[in-house]
């Protein structure tokens, strides 16, 4: 009996041992090629696939391009995708496609040469311009192909400017859009309280658009740039013009409730968000009737500076079907990929004037010339230049954009804290 | 995976008699370990092995991919020189000094409340230990409702009762912190109380009924025999709480992110910070073996006091 209950266990040591090998073993030695003759499964790690319809749109035209290439999708939670691809990396994972979420995720994993070098997809498509490659570039290399590019847009209530009697905001300045917000705070029929205008809480929305406007760098350790954009942000808000940033934050306020139950009658927003609305106004969620406008701007004129970022798709170095991963890559940078989006509202990297149209002859587009207008910026700078420094300057910009906006620190303390902690902790 | 045995130490095998041989005593020995074995191997592959490697990676600079390399006390000087890491220190101990005093004070109250034959006691019990079951997320969604500065129900309270300028709560740096112990103690003062009620009902009732025939008051008996009888239990909730309060993680995440500014920012949160979220595993190991330290010499501390109480 006992020799009986040692021998189970020693069996079940050796098991264990050889599983654990296993475990560890599959990480460092992709399987040896897969030959692309034959049907290929392709995996391609996303996030948020029911609330991201545009990865299934491009899932479907690309299987109805290439019949024998399958697409398995990797799903990960929209919140943990950067930390959830970091720990799959560093466990071996064989995911072919990986999606780049932020180009300061794209600029760790390239350093650390976990993707791989795909510098032939990103010189010649003939039916446009691909636009945001800038930010990919790593000492003329490129290791991802972007196939969105989402820029900033000031979203807008048509019908609360009508029912004040103000013209649309048409190229306006950041004093005008400071003036339209106090005419159009009130309440509306049924006594909701409706704001002038909405900040979402992230510090994009002050930080990047001070940046790209007044030249400044968000890496330089230098802030006084953002001084403007802060004592306006906190203005509109102490005055009620704008959701205070303390409610928005501790209740998670969403910033398309905000608009799509016309609780605001601006918001400053990316262009990821049209798809949003189409689909809320689609599934008769919301009946606001919304058109955007250019990004207010600091002096009067007809040129429009913004921000924004593009999206992409690498190639995991530790990929089991590296050519039909870049296929993936050129097909979703193409005009067939850019079409498959576009049609469900999602702006595409690939710039051309057939784009655009077809872009606003979608169901649902606002078809007005500002519209229009909007969609073309004359300059789109980056939201923050990816470097090795980026993600730590962003930890700290974040904080004290915090303290900033629940009041707690002046404007002019909290870029002097921002500036003296990114000085002594990064740039030295 | 692992297979819980218990481990008592070849029950069948007699021990008397002088004629036991080493063999006999080996053989025993061998048994007994077989029955750990199990969970041993468990232990060692899923816990010890990682935990000693994150301490040898704690001397390393390593991205979770290229190889790693040898940097010395670099880290350590790093998270010395750097003001974050003593800001969430700081926010860890102060978490530690309110929660675990007010959760073991809460916890043994709401036990000796309901250790009486009370009409309903069962449904008061489950509903102190209902926080503890209920999804955390929920709850930090939750109180960050109640504690909305400007519409919740903590300030309107306040504010009925004369507080003329009621706490911003999660959005001030000098409240978030409070905020987050209160909803900590909420929490998990159900769970301390299920130990304690399992501590009280060991107490033999003769010692209650001697000492009022000898006039003891309610306080004198609580004082004189309930609280010494349940050191045992006292000891233990203490252990698990203070280990519990410098690990804590998914609170904080969930209702402030260590927010406002750094004002909630705790050691685990910074060590997931910079190693999975910024890639930085050394620095993050050099942190989590400070924690680890810290936490030991706590507990070790802990241990002597009880013993020298026992003696």
């Known amino acids: 009996m006992n020799r009986k209950a040692l021998a189970a266990i020693g069996a079940a040591a050796a098991l264990s041992l050889t599983l654990a090998a296993c475990g560890s073993g599959s990480g460092n030695a992709p399987d040896d090629e897969a030959t692309e003759s034959g049907p290929v499964d392709l995996s391609v790690a996303v996030w948020s696939m029911d609330q991201t319809p545009e990865f299934q749109a491009l899932f479907d035209a690309f299987e109805a391009e290439y019949p024998d290439i399958t697409i398995t999708p990797v799903d990960i939670l929209a919140d943990d995708y950067p930390e959830k691809v970091t720990t799959m990396l560093a466990g071996g994972d064989t995911t072919d496609v990986l999606t780049m979420k932020t180009l300061t995720d794209y600029s760790r994993w390239a350093g650390r040469g976990q993707l791989e070098d795909v510098t032939d997809l990103v010189t010649d498509y003939p039916d446009g311009k691909l636009a945001g490659t800038d930010g990919y570039d790593q000492d003329g290399k490129f290791f991802a192909v972007p196939y969105r590019q989402d820029f900033w847009v000031l979203y807008y209530n048509k019908a609360l400017f009508d029912a004040a009697g103000l013209d649309y905001p048409d190229h306006v300045t950041w004093d005008e859009y400071a003036d339209l917000a106090q005419k159009l705070t009130g309440t509306d029929a049924a006594g909701q309280k409706v704001y002038g205008t909405y900040n979402h809480v992230w510090r994009s929305v002050t930080q990047a658009i001070a940046q790209a406007q007044n030249d400044g760098d968000l890496l330089s350790g230098d802030y006084g740039f953002l001084t403007d954009q802060y004592d306006l942000n906190v203005g509109l808000q102490k005055d009620g013009y704008a959701l205070d940033y303390s409610t928005a934050k501790t209740q998670q306020v969403s910033y398309r409730t905000m608009f799509e139950t016309q609780a605001t009658a601006m918001m400053p927003m990316g262009t990821w968000y049209i798809s949003g609305i189409l689909q809320a106004k689609k599934d008769a969620k919301s009946t606001v009737e919304w058109g955007i406008a250019p990004m207010p701007q600091v002096d009067d004129g007809d040129t429009t500076t913004t921000f924004g970022g593009p999206t992409a798709f690498a190639v995991n170095k530790a990929a089991k079907n590296k050519d039909a991963a870049k296929k993936f890559l050129a097909f979703a940078a193409s005009l067939k990929g850019a079409e498959a989006i576009s049609a469900i509202g999602v702006v595409p990297a690939l710039q051309s004037d057939d784009v655009t149209a077809a872009y606003f002859a979608l169901e649902g587009m606002p078809t007005d010339d500002l519209s229009k207008e909007a969609f073309a910026p004359d300059d789109v700078a980056l939201e923050m230049a990816p470097s090795d420094i980026t993600a730590d300057v962003d930890v700290i910009l974040n904080e004290e954009h915090d303290l900033i906006m629940v009041g707690e620190k002046s404007v002019d303390d909290g870029i002097a804290a921002m500036e003296s902690r990114v000085k002594q902790d990064v740039l030295d | ?311």
């Open chain 2, 1 to 311: 995976m692992a297979i819980t045995a218990a481990p008592p130490t070849a029950p069948t095998a007699s021990s008397a008699g002088s004629g036991t041989t080493g063999r006999q005593s080996r053989r025993n020995t061998l048994i007994g370990i077989s029955f750990i074995l199990p969970n041993f191997l468990g232990f060692a592959l899923l816990t010890l092995v990682p935990v000693v490697a994150a301490f040898g990676l704690a001397f390393m600079e390593w991205d979770s991919y290229n190889p790693a390399e040898f940097v010395g006390l670099d880290n350590f000087q790093k998270m010395f020189g750097n003001d974050t890491f003593w800001i969430a220190l700081r926010n860890t101990l102060y978490y530690g000094i309110g929660h675990v005093p007010l959760t073991l004070l809460c916890s043994l109250g709401l036990a000796l409340v309901l250790n009486r034959k009370l009409r309903g006691v069962r449904f008061f019990r489950t509903a102190a230990f209902f926080p503890y079951v209920t999804s955390l997320v929920a709850v930090a969604v939750v109180w960050n409702m109640l504690f909305n500065p400007t519409m919740g129900p903590v300030n309107q309270l306040l504010t009925t009762l004369g507080v003329a300028n009621p706490p911003g709560w999660t959005s001030s740096s000098d409240w978030a912190m409070p905020a987050v112990i209160i909803t900590s103690v909420w929490r998990d003062m159900g769970y301390y109380m299920i130990l304690f009620l399992a501590g009280l009902q060991t107490i033999p009732v003769e010692y209650y009924e001697a000492a009022r025939v000898d006039g003891a008051n309610a306080w004198q008996r609580f004082w004189h025999i309930t609280l010494p009888t349940l050191r045992p239990t006292t000891f233990l909730v203490l252990i698990l709480l203070t280990v519990g309060s410098f690990k804590v993680f998914d609170l904080i995440v969930v209702m402030t992110d260590g927010g406002p500014g750094r004002a909630t920012l705790v050691l685990s949160q910074l060590i997931y910070r910079e190693g999975i979220a910024q890639g930085e595993f050394g620095y993050a190991s050099a942190i989590s073996l400070v924690l680890f330290v810290i936490v030991l010499l706590v507990t070790v501390l802990q241990f002597r006091l009880g013993e020298r109480r026992d003696r």
